[in-house]
């Protein structure tokens, strides 16, 4: 049987780091250009996701759990993260009924 | 190191006192935590030590950070009345907890080293922050600033890890000495390349948590709609920790690459002091004006960042600790202005709102003259000399352009300080009398004397290690 490291390692690091980079630049470009506040919400999951995949495979083709470790931590921190930001979701909604982050310019003027 | 486990226990401690006290002592019990948290700080010094696996390191220079972080922090409770928000519907037990976890976070952030610790801490400080932001449920101003600063936090969060992805990608470990070493031995050709990219991805994340001018967009909103006693917050201990922080990164692990992120740096700062002086001078809220003026702030900071010389880390925390006092003071009094306007003026916090207020409030009137001078950066105070360790930093390294570009923006700083000051003095209003409590009163006169005795004596602090 083969270990869960060696079937990473089947496939060369290159083609992690383009498909980290793709997710993450995908992730980006949901920020930048989505209006509603949970897509917006769900790109940055996806960047934090992208990172998490990254550390795995750096971690398993240097044989050192570190990586690994650091992505519990990422993993810990992003679900308190999603607590606290659906938190502040449900608190804009219950105020204006929507949300459009284009609805929140009060503060520009 | 002892300070952070007491300041976790503490705040757990403080939620449940909140079952039984009321506000007034706990604010006395929290003013109490934090200067016991801010002697077990003090206790280490010149003990150089490392903890909790080699992730955790107690140097002069990161307990002399904690020790401005907790001093910050210290004030703003003392300035905490009712935190500005319906006391109706408050649980401030719970808002002095969050104040004391974010602390927590922010001594991690300046005493790392190892990479998780530092994003543990940052995230600790942040998401502390973001509840901190929109605390004031039914405002749609601090929701709209909450959220705002709860999507770009993250999203500099996710970039800033994928830069340290791709630097452990290329180092094969989190601890800042091996990254050092590891990118010090390696020669230039076998580097891979996604190291540099790793290391400018973490800058922006950095840059973006410490508003810096491309990224600086959310700060004046987020300032502006989070409830002053937060902002004063947001803007000295989250700006001093992540100042530290950058220097340790940027000193530390890469201190070798020095080539590839200073010109970044130097370019931003510039840039930074640009946007920020000359659209604060547009500004007709007070509480706008300082966010614009603590973007400016930033780009100072980034100037002496660049100069990477041996007394740049006293030169932060200098000027740090200045700014800090004086931030305090200024939006202390926005604050109390703000709360006597409520509902006799449209915009409580507009320059308008703050005429005449000399002539029944001398006191208050001229603690906020001082600290605006300090921001300013006018002589016999501690911005001047916060100013001038900047400068004299960057002259050494033989660069002219930035000084004499940030000199231009210091003077157009004093055209919108003096705003303040002129509406205070020279216009007629008719504020009356507003009644500060003691605590408030001791804050605002603790840190008006420390902004004039630093500018006296800067040598107390910029010696200090």
Redesign the interface.
């Known amino acids: 049987m083969q270990s869960i490291p060696e079937i990473i390692r089947t496939i060369p690091l290159t083609h992690y780091i383009m498909l980290s980079s793709a997710l993450f630049c995908i992730g980006i470009m949901g920020v930048l250009t989505r209006r509603n506040a949970i897509i917006v919400f769900m790109a940055i999951e996806l960047m934090l996701n992208a990172v998490n995949l990254l550390l795995a495979a750096f971690s398993s083709y240097y044989s050192d759990p570190a990586g690994q470790i650091f992505v519990f931590f990422i993993m810990a921190v992003a679900a308190a993260e999603v607590a606290v930001g659906l938190a502040i979701i449900v608190m804009i909604y219950r105020n204006i009924q929507s949300i459009d982050i284009g609805v929140l310019n009060k503060l520009k003027n | 190191m002892n300070s952070i486990i007491a300041l976790s226990l503490l705040g757990i401690l403080n939620l449940f006192l909140g079952f039984w006290l009321s506000r007034k002592t706990i604010q006395a019990a929290t003013l109490l935590f934090l200067a016991g948290s801010m002697a077990l700080t003090a206790m280490d010094w010149n003990h150089e030590m490392l903890w909790y696996g080699r992730m955790f390191h107690t140097t002069n220079t990161s307990i002399s950070f904690s020790l401005i972080i907790q001093l910050a922090a210290f004030m703003v409770v003392s300035f905490s009345k009712g935190f500005g928000i319906d006391e109706e519907h408050t649980h401030p037990a719970e808002y002095y907890a969050i104040l004391l976890f974010s602390v927590v976070g922010a001594i991690l952030m300046v005493s790392f080293d190892h990479?998780?610790m530092f994003?543990?801490g940052l995230?600790i400080l942040s998401?502390a922050m973001?509840?901190l932001t929109?605390s004031d449920?039914?405002n749609?101003?601090s929701?709209?600033?909450?959220?705002?600063y709860?999507?770009m936090g993250?999203?500099a969060?996710?970039?800033l890890?994928?830069g340290?992805?791709?630097v452990?990608?290329a180092t094969?470990?989190?601890y800042l000495t091996n990254i050092a070493e590891v990118i010090a031995t390696t020669p230039q050709a076998s580097t891979p390349v996604?190291l540099s990219i790793g290391v400018l991805l973490i800058i922006v994340g950095f840059l973006f948590k410490i508003s810096a001018a491309p990224f600086h967009f959310w700060t004046?909103?987020v300032y502006?709609?989070a409830p002053t006693i937060f902002t004063m917050f947001m803007s000295t201990v989250v700006k001093a920790a992540g100042f530290a922080a950058l220097y340790q990164m940027l000193t530390g692990p890469f201190g070798s690459l020095y080539g590839t992120w200073v010109y970044p740096i130097y370019y931003i700062s510039m840039l930074t002091l640009l946007v920020g002086n000359i659209t604060a001078v547009y500004q007709q809220s007070v509480k706008r004006m300082l966010a614009y003026s603590s973007i400016s702030h930033a780009g100072y900071l980034l100037i002496t960042l660049s100069s990477n010389q041996a007394s740049t880390s006293s030169t932060i925390l200098y000027y740090s600790l200045s700014y800090t006092l004086a931030t305090i003071v200024a939006f202390g009094v926005v604050m109390l202005v703000a709360e006597y306007q409520t509902g006799r003026t449209e915009k409580p916090e507009n320059f308008s709102s703050f005429e005449g207020l000399a002539k029944q409030n001398p006191g208050l009137a001229f603690c906020f003259t001082i600290s605006l001078l300090s921001l300013a950066g006018i002589p016999l105070t501690a911005g001047f000399w916060g100013k001038f360790f900047v400068f004299s930093d960057i002259f050494n390294r033989h660069v002219y352009y930035p000084v004499i570009l940030a000199i231009i923006m210091s003077a157009i700083g004093v055209y919108y300080y003096f705003k303040g000051i002129i509406a205070i003095y020279f216009k007629e209003g008719d504020i009356e009398r507003i009644e500060l409590p003691a605590l408030v009163k001791f804050a605002m006169w603790a840190c008006t004397l420390g902004t004039l005795l630093l500018g006296v004596y800067p040598s107390i602090v910029k010696n200090l290690f």
């Open positions: 990479l998780i994003f543990v995230e998401v973001y509840v929109g449920k039914r749609l101003r929701n709209e600033a909450a959220l705002k709860f999507l993250s999203f969060t996710g970039i890890l994928f340290i992805t791709l452990y990608g094969r470990s989190f996604f004046p909103d502006e709609g």
